[in-house]
C-alpha cells in the first residue's frame, strides 16, 4: 500500500503546532510548526515505516479509518 491509500489527519494540536498523522498506522505521525510542514515530514514518516514493513516481509496495516463529521 501507499501514502495515498491512507486518510491522513491534520490538525492544529497548540497554537503553534499542527499534527499530521494516520490513525491506522501505530507511530505515523508529525509534529510541526506548520500544517505543510506536518504533512512533509509525514510523508517521509510513512516512508520510513514502509520500509521496516517492507525488509521484515510483514504486510502494512489496512486502513480502516472513517471519517464521520468534518
Known amino acids: 500500500m501507499s ?3 491512507y ?3 491534520l ?4 497554537p503553534d503546532e499542527w499534527l ?9 505521525h508529525a509534529l510541526m510548526p506548520t500544517a505543510k510542514e ?8 510513512f516512508r520510513m515505516i514502509e520500509e521496516e ?10 486502513d480502516t479509518t472513517e471519517i464521520v463529521h468534518a
Do not use: W
Open 38 to 45: 506536518a504533512l512533509a515530514e509525514l510523508v517521509e514518516v
Open 53 to 62: 514493513h517492507r525488509e521484515s516481509g510483514r504486510p502494512m496495516p489496512r
Open 20 to 28: 499530521a498523522e494516520i490513525p491506522s498506522i501505530t507511530g505515523c
Open 7 to 9: 486518510k491522513v489527519v
Open 3 to 5: 501514502f495515498d491509500d
Open 11 to 14: 490538525y492544529r494540536n497548540q
